[in-house]
């Protein structure tokens, strides 16, 4: 799919537009359950059922596409014990959720090198794409393992290999040809991307999809964040002027 942010038409403020597709960097687990002199992976717990609820808040209120960021290609630096909790988590979400979803319409989708993974995390992830392949309600995009540089270089490393074999033309190489490269590649533009606890960077999050979205950083620690929070997160992108560069 080849789109460039730029080639967007401005949209005015109040509009009331709703973003086709959002995202949430899900922060604020660890702290949670610190405030509650809980462990750590309580956190996680509760910000599993955190996600579970803006899943469906999502079809509910019409969103295409709800990317959510789980795992990061840095947090294997996180201690083992910890992200064995998280790896033992994903497992009970996809046994436990898969059903609701597909009798939901919703579609799985995973970006990032969830490969990487134990054998049988691919193997359950796998099976839940294969058996919500053809659902349209709304796209569920997991990113597992992911990073969005080591996604770009991944791009620049394909178009570099067809370029040596003579296939494309590196001169005519343009924004399109990378958006065509990238995990996202045949997903909808990304719109609104939101960030819990108060935090206000990317963490190597869809940086280059970013590059036009409205950010939204939010004081609300992930488990705590709920359908208003999300009704409220889209109902003030309504109100942003969107004017990609333009006037």
Same mark, same amino acid.
């Given at each position: 799919?080849?789109?460039?942010?730029?080639?967007?038409?401005?949209?005015?403020?109040?509009a009331?537009?709703?973003?086709?597709?959002?995202?949430?960097?899900?922060d604020g687990?660890?702290?949670?359950?610190?405030k509650?002199?809980?462990?750590?992976a309580? @956190?996680?717990? %509760?910000g599993?059922?955190a /996600?579970? $609820?803006i899943?469906? *808040?999502?079809?509910?209120l #019409?969103?295409?596409?709800?990317?959510?960021y789980?795992?990061?290609?840095?947090?294997?630096?996180?201690?083992?014990?910890?992200?064995?909790?998280l790896?033992?988590?994903?497992?009970?979400?996809i046994v436990?959720?898969?059903?609701?979803l597909?009798e939901a319409?919703?579609?799985?989708?995973?970006?990032?090198d969830?490969?990487?993974?134990?054998?049988?995390?691919?193997a359950?992830?796998?099976s839940?794409?294969?058996?919500?392949?053809?659902?349209?309600?709304?796209?569920?995009v997991?990113a597992?393992?992911? @990073?969005?540089? %080591?996604?770009?270089?991944? /791009?620049? $490393?394909?178009?570099? *290999?067809d370029a040596?074999? #003579?296939?494309?033309?590196?001169?005519?190489?343009d924004?399109?040809?990378?958006?065509?490269?990238?995990?996202?590649?045949?997903?909808?533009?990304?719109?609104?991307?939101?960030r819990?606890?108060?935090?206000?960077?990317?963490s190597?999050?869809?940086?280059?999809?970013a590059?036009?979205?409205?950010?939204?950083?939010?004081?609300t620690?992930?488990?705590?964040f709920?359908?208003?929070?999300?009704?409220?997160?889209?109902?003030?992108?309504g109100?942003?002027?969107?004017?990609f560069?333009?006037?």
């Amino acid at each position: 799919m080849k789109q460039a942010a730029t080639a967007q038409q401005s949209v005015p403020a109040g509009a009331g537009r709703a973003p086709r597709h959002v995202a949430i960097i899900m922060d604020g687990n660890g702290r949670w359950a610190k405030k509650r002199l809980l462990p750590r992976a309580a @956190g996680h717990r %509760q910000g599993v059922e955190a /996600a579970r $609820r803006i899943v469906r *808040a999502a079809g509910e209120l #019409g969103l295409e596409v709800l990317t959510l960021y789980a795992f990061s290609s840095e947090n294997w630096r996180r201690p083992a014990t910890e992200i064995s909790d998280l790896m033992g988590l994903l497992r009970r979400f996809i046994v436990n959720d898969i059903d609701e979803l597909a009798e939901a319409g919703v579609r799985l989708r995973i970006i990032g090198d969830y490969h990487a993974l134990e054998p049988d995390v691919v193997a359950m992830i796998d099976s839940a794409m294969a058996r919500t392949a053809g659902n349209s309600k709304t796209t569920l995009v997991i990113a597992l393992n992911y @990073g969005a540089q %080591q996604e770009l270089v991944r /791009a620049v $490393r394909s178009l570099a *290999a067809d370029a040596l074999a #003579g296939k494309i033309d590196p001169l005519a190489i343009d924004t399109g040809d990378i958006d065509a490269r990238l995990d996202t590649c045949d997903l909808p533009p990304l719109d609104l991307l939101i960030r819990t606890s108060g935090e206000k960077r990317l963490s190597n999050f869809l940086l280059w999809q970013a590059a036009y979205a409205e950010l939204l950083f939010v004081d609300t620690l992930w488990p705590d964040f709920d359908r208003d929070a999300l009704a409220e997160a889209i109902a003030h992108f309504g109100q942003r002027e969107r004017r990609f560069g333009g006037l």
